[in-house]
């Protein structure tokens, strides 16, 4: 008697069904990158290009309180902004030469101490101790408190009768209570309120950038006898080489172009040794209602700014690839 054996048929399977991908869409896949970079775009036209545009026109007109109604009524003045502004031997050209020489002593001042004091808390608080983390916070205060209230807290402060510099230079035995705000002391004051509000900028920098050294090295440099200033001279610096070069040049970028400070610090009227030339650029054209002036003045402050820029990547880019 035979058995018969059947064998089971498999059972039919449906394909799973394909899931719309927007990667294989070609129209979407070719427009997908530019819209989302549209907006970006948009806003950077509608805040800097356009703006910049409009400024460069107005250089080139005798826009005055005249003609704010209607701009396109100006007259064109051709090179003669710029003429003016050039001309050193005028009150217009001799002022801005004047301006341009104290931004230049600030903005160097400004960089080279907010960098020694970055540089000197980063290092100090690389290694491990009880409380790093509360020093670490307290030295960020300064970058976290908005500008407009750190910088009105010094105006406070150095105040010739009721400010607490005075206030404790006085109970140190001082002689006086010099001005702050006014005269020759109002550039040391301009360069302390702007060193106290960036250095904490290139601490938290130079922090970041210490982070990525090895703790090898300096133990292996320890052993061969190195000291601490050795190590900084021989490890440190040469490992933060590419933060340093964007640093100092971003400081430099802001400190040179800072309005704020100035503005808030001393008001409207500014002292000559703390007349910086973007508060020189705003009084000549708000003060004077020669807008077409002061727009060429700040055309010659960008072109000036743009050079320095490409001298400095320029060079360090040489000795980066002669490293």
Known sequence: MSVATHEATPAVTKPPARKSNPEHRPGLSRWLPYALVAPAVLMELVIHIIPMLVGIWMSFVKLTKFF??????????GINNYKVALDFDNAVGEGLLKS?????????????LSWVLGMAAAVALQPTFRGRSLVRTLFLVPYAL???????TWNFMLQRDTGAVNHVLTQLGADGKPFWLIGSNALFSLITVATWKLWTFAFLTLMAGLQSIPRDQYEAAAVDGAGNLRQWRNITLPALRPVNLVLVLVLFLWTFSDFNTPYVLFGTAQPPAGDLIT?????ASFLTWNFGSGAAMSVLLLIFLMIVTGIYLFVTGRKTRRA
């Open 146 to 152: 908005p500008a407009y209230a750190g910088i009105l």
């Open 100 to 112: 341009f020489g104290v931004t230049l002593i600030f903005s160097l001042v400004t960089v080279a």
């Open 279 to 283: 508060f020189h650029i705003y009084n």
């Open 68 to 77: 704010i109604a209607n701009w396109s009524a100006a007259p064109s003045a």
